[in-house]
């Protein structure tokens, strides 16, 4: 069992590193605070998360993954990229309620890197389960593909302004010289619910 545990937690570190300079490229490196420590790979949780153990250093994370995900390489590949994107602006210790942008763009991530693997068809049977099975996320991937589309440098100009980017605001936009409708500017920064 160790040996296996060891095995899933390699090939999780590999992936990250193989994917790590193209997530910084699409969204900006992570904000100097954040410290990742590794994967954690555990039966007992049914989706993959975050972690943050520590108060004094409340950036510092392990990304704790399913078992289960190592049957699928394409959930595979979108759940280490969702979390990876997610690490490049952590929500820290305290935790914080994260916008429809935060999580359209860890879609975002996860579906540039399905397509760019497993190729189109993939990227549609991927996107018909987000919008038949989590649609909330299938939405907030929607409305960051609108804003990239308009401007591909939206989110690192966005960071720029405001490098953690769940705190960014409809000023932020402004001052990051992004336009996009109003309508999908505040659709982006509403509450995400899953």
């Given at each position: ?7 899933e937690v390699?090939?999780l ?5 193989a994917w790590?300079?193209?997530?910084e490229?699409?969204f900006?490196e992570?904000?100097?605070?954040a410290?990742?420590d590794g994967f954690d790979?555990s039966?007992?949780i049914?989706k ?11 950036y510092?994370y392990?990304?704790q993954?399913?078992?289960?995900v ?5 959930m595979?590949?979108a759940?280490?990229?969702?979390e ?7 929500i ?5 309620k994260t916008?429809a942008?935060?999580?359209g763009?860890a879609?975002f991530g996860?579906i ?7 190729g189109?068809e993939?990227v549609d049977?991927y ?8 649609f ?8 960051v593909?609108?804003?990239?589309a308009?401007?591909?440098?939206a989110?690192k ?7 953690f980017?769940y705190?960014v605001?409809?000023a ?10 109003r309508?999908i500017?505040d659709?982006l ?6």
């Amino acid at each position: 069992m160790a040996d296996t545990y060891s095995t899933e937690v390699n090939k999780l570190e590999k992936l990250r590193a193989a994917w790590l300079p193209a997530v910084e490229f699409l969204f900006g490196e992570a904000v100097l605070e954040a410290k990742f420590d590794g994967f954690d790979v555990s039966d007992d949780i049914a989706k993959p998360s975050a972690v943050f153990e520590h108060a004094d250093e409340p950036y510092r994370y392990k990304i704790q993954m399913p078992a289960r995900v190592f049957s699928n390489d394409v959930m595979l590949l979108a759940d280490v990229i969702q979390e990876m994107v997610r690490g490049q602006y952590p929500i820290g210790f305290e935790g914080a309620k994260t916008p429809a942008l935060c999580e359209g763009v860890a879609v975002f991530g996860a579906i540039t890197a399905i397509k760019q693997v497993f190729g189109e068809e993939s990227v549609d049977s991927y996107l018909n389960a987000l919008r038949e099975q989590a649609f909330p996320y299938y939405d907030a991937f929607s409305y960051v593909a609108v804003l990239l589309a308009e401007d591909p440098q939206a989110i690192k100009k966005l960071r720029g302004v405001q490098p953690f980017l769940y705190k960014v605001e409809r000023a932020d936009f402004e001052a990051a010289q992004v336009e996009i409708d109003r309508k999908i500017k505040d659709i982006l920064l509403l509450a995400f619910r899953a």
